[in-house]
Every structure is written in C-alpha cells, then in structure tokens.
C-alpha cells in the first residue's frame, strides 16, 4: 500500500513539474475541465441569459472593473492585477458553453505597458466555480 501511494506521488508530482498542473486542479471544477492552462470549460442545459447574468454577477462581485459586450457572448473583468475574460456560447436553444480564461500580469512590453501574459489557472477556477455553483443547485432540485 505504501508503494502505491509513494509511486501515485511521485507521478502528480512529474505532471506538476512538466507542465500539467492545470489538468490537475481542473479536475476539480464542478463540471468543467481545464483545455489550457489558464483555461476551464464547461457544457450546461441551462439558456445563455441565465448563464450570462450568472457570469456578470460574479464578475461583478470580484471587481467593479467589467465589461460586457452587446451580444452578451463576453465579459471581461478586471483586478489590480489580474483579468477575467468570460464567454458564452449558446450551442441550442437550452445548452450553453462556458469558458473562463484567467491572466495575470506578467512582463512589460516595448512601450512599458503592463500586459496580461501570466497564466492564473487558480482565479479561473475560482470564479468558473462561483458562476456554476447555482446551476448545480438548481439541477440537483430538478432531479
């Protein structure tokens, strides 16, 4: 038993040094999955409007930077050092994609302008996590 405990250790661990982290922690969104490292996805029957206040009030209540487009397929939020990009796809009429993608600043570009290039799987969970809570609460009432 020692072993196979040893042995699942040290494999987490050489995924977390090549690079594979974020597959890691996106097992544990509800309902998600990490497609990148700054990234998580996730497919709901819920209808894009729902999903999109969802995305906004979240948003909103980790920053009063946001902003949404007309079309109401994206938010963006912004911290002090961190930006939220939120999308939304309606795939039917009652099926809905979500994307959270999470940056932190990384390195100044030629024209001294901070720029996001950092990825933060971490805040993408975190607010990919607030935004689906309700809609699992709201299919678990269903069942």
């Not at 040094?17 to 996730?42: F, K």
Request: proline letters at 3%.
């Amino acid at each position: 038993m020692k072993k196979w405990i040893l042995s699942l250790f040290f494999i987490l661990f050489y995924l977390h040094l090549s690079g594979c982290a974020p597959v890691l922690v996106g097992l544990g969104a509800l309902g998600g999955y990490a497609i990148s490292e700054d990234e998580l996805e996730g497919i709901y029957t819920i209808p894009k409007d729902e999903v999109f206040l969802l995305g906004k009030n979240v948003a909103l209540d980790w920053t009063n930077d946001v902003l949404e487009d007309e079309g109401q397929t994206e938010i963006i939020a912004t911290s002090e050092s961190r930006r939220v990009w939120i999308r939304i796809e309606q795939l039917t009429p009652d099926t809905t994609r979500l994307r959270v993608k999470a940056r932190k600043y990384g390195f100044r570009d030629i024209n001294k302008i901070n720029t996001y290039t950092l990825p933060d799987i971490k805040t993408a969970q975190f607010i990919f996590e607030r935004i689906v809570a309700p809609i699992h609460k709201q299919q678990k009432a269903l069942r």
